[in-house]
């Protein structure tokens, strides 16, 4: 058996691939397996007396009954056991640096917890995780947030009450400056409405693929159902601004918010009282062979097949980078042939998905495609990457949970017979052929997520109300057809 070294509480997200490039300064709360494993032996035991001196005096001394009996752990005895079967997120610096002498840690990235221009992660002195526990995570702002994006369900005529009241209590009472979408107000009931144009008027407006607008938004407001919170997070790449969700369409898990009262609840975000959750997105790169034919590619591919700026190239290759909030799905698309794509975890060759697709997603997508597909519903906080078949053929296949800080790698077969679909958050469709190739791994760009209470209340209240919700939609669909069976039965004994 193994238990976690008691000096150093390893955060979920410590080490990953990706560096952000402003990192926060955490050198007071640094563990000793992100510094050199080639530091001198007195250098070593010098951080061991340190960190042992920043922890309570109560954690001098642990008792781990189940693994040491009745012996304790302090800095005055030795660590005894097997050192190769610890967690790896113990501290290496209290071994022996060869049998610790990893490149990464198999837990994702350290996430930038500054959230656009002015608002960050309310950090707490008393803690020596990187990521505070999820219940007590609290958003503040290191200066007054002036912009606010707001983006509303396009096509619903509902909302345009809804959306009016929130953009003139915005600019009239908290003289804020409002984004909107520029089609938002091309909607013909916007034009039409004579009594909206004084405030219309005061709107900066923004065209999707085309206008850059990531270092401008302090918050984000978004009424609608979930797809208003995936259309958030796709509209910036890189770090993204708190999110505030209305619950205004259909029942989900990402709006927690009712409109009914929602002069207060922004008052609240805006003064910094508001809890958040960090919802982890997915990076992808997808890299593409040169076939030497004219395509037409989406996000920055021109027809005559030249990359765009903010597209990196490789030799003779496509390669384009998403940030994605549910899921990637690789599916057959239109071929009646079963997709048959080969699965790598860190370059190793896991299994081969034959069957409709895979898909791949967040914490947060684990209650959209992949729970249709059969998968477990997995909390946002909790650090993976889900792997779900979809219709295998092979029935040994099941979903697969694997630490957020592995990097997958999908590619076509060798024995595939047709070529496969991918798509991002059920957006930039395009075609899988063979020699491309799909690498996933956690961002450290999560999503911030202001909640109502607390992130776990939230999610276990949003869970609650769905399963009940599809409860009464099935009885009262069961009740319609008793209806429609008696009125039948009457008119046939009528008869």
């Not at 050192?83 to 996430?111: N, Q, V, W």
């Not at 896991?350 to 409709?356: A, K, L, M, N, P």
């Amino acid at each position: 058996m193994s238990c976690l070294l008691p000096t150093c509480v390893s955060s979920l997200w410590t080490q990953g691939r990706e560096t952000p490039p402003e990192k926060t300064d955490h050198s007071r709360h640094q563990c000793f397996s992100d510094r050199s494993p080639h530091l001198p032996t007195m250098e070593m035991e010098q951080e061991k007396v340190n960190m042992s001196k920043a922890l309570s005096a109560d954690s001098g001394s642990y008792r781990c009954s189940a693994c040491h009996g009745d012996e304790d752990w302090g800095s005055k005895h030795p660590i005894r056991g097997r050192a190769k079967s610890r967690s790896l997120s113990a501290s290496p610096a209290l071994a022996s640096a060869k049998e610790f002498r990893r490149t990464r840690s198999l837990h994702g990235p350290c996430p930038v917890t500054t959230f656009g221009p002015k608002a960050c992660v309310l950090q707490n002195p008393q803690t020596i995780m990187h990521i505070q526990d999820p219940a007590s995570q609290r958003l503040t702002w290191n200066k007054s947030p002036k912009s606010v994006l707001v983006i509303k369900k396009m096509r619903d005529a509902s909302l345009l009450q809804p959306f009016k009241e929130l953009c003139t209590y915005l600019m009239e009472e908290n003289n804020m400056i409002v984004y909107v979408e520029k089609k938002v107000l091309e909607d013909p009931a916007m034009v039409s409405d004579d009594n909206f144009g004084a405030v219309k008027k005061k709107f900066c407006t923004f065209r999707e693929d085309y206008d850059d607008i990531s270092n401008q938004i302090d918050f984000i407001i978004c009424l609608g159902g979930d797809g208003t919170l995936l259309y958030a997070s796709s509209l910036f790449q890189g770090s993204v601004p708190p999110v505030m969700a209305f619950h205004l369409g259909s029942l989900g898990f990402l709006t927690p918010f009712n409109f009914e009262n929602f002069q207060s609840q922004v008052t609240q975000v805006i003064q910094g009282n508001a809890a958040v959750v960090l919802r982890s997105r997915l990076k992808v790169r997808v890299v593409k062979e040169l076939r030497g034919k004219k395509m037409t590619m989406p996000n920055g591919i021109s027809e005559n097949g030249v990359l765009a700026a903010d597209l990196d190239t490789e030799v003779g290759k496509q390669v384009m980078q998403y940030q994605v909030l549910n899921e990637v799905v690789i599916d057959r698309g239109p071929s009646s042939y079963l997709s048959n794509v080969d699965v790598y975890l860190d370059g190793h060759l896991i299994t081969t998905v034959q069957g409709d697709g895979v898909i791949v997603s967040t914490p947060t997508g684990s209650t959209a495609y992949a729970a249709a597909a059969g998968a477990s519903m997995i909390h946002p906080n909790v650090p993976a990457i889900m792997i779900t078949p979809i219709c295998p053929h092979s029935l040994s296949f099941r979903p697969i949970v694997v630490p957020a800080g592995v990097e997958l790698k999908i590619m076509l077969s060798p024995e595939a017979r047709n070529t496969a679909w991918v798509s991002f958050d059920g957006r930039k469709r395009q075609e899988i052929r063979h020699g491309d190739s799909i690498s996933i791994t956690t961002s450290c760009y999560p999503l911030p997520s202001i909640c109502v209470r607390d992130p776990v209340s939230d999610w276990f209240e949003s869970l609650a109300q769905c399963l009940h919700w599809n409860v009464r939609k099935k009885q009262a669909h069961f009740t319609e057809e008793e209806e429609e069976e008696e009125e039948g039965e009457e008119g046939e004994g009528e008869g």
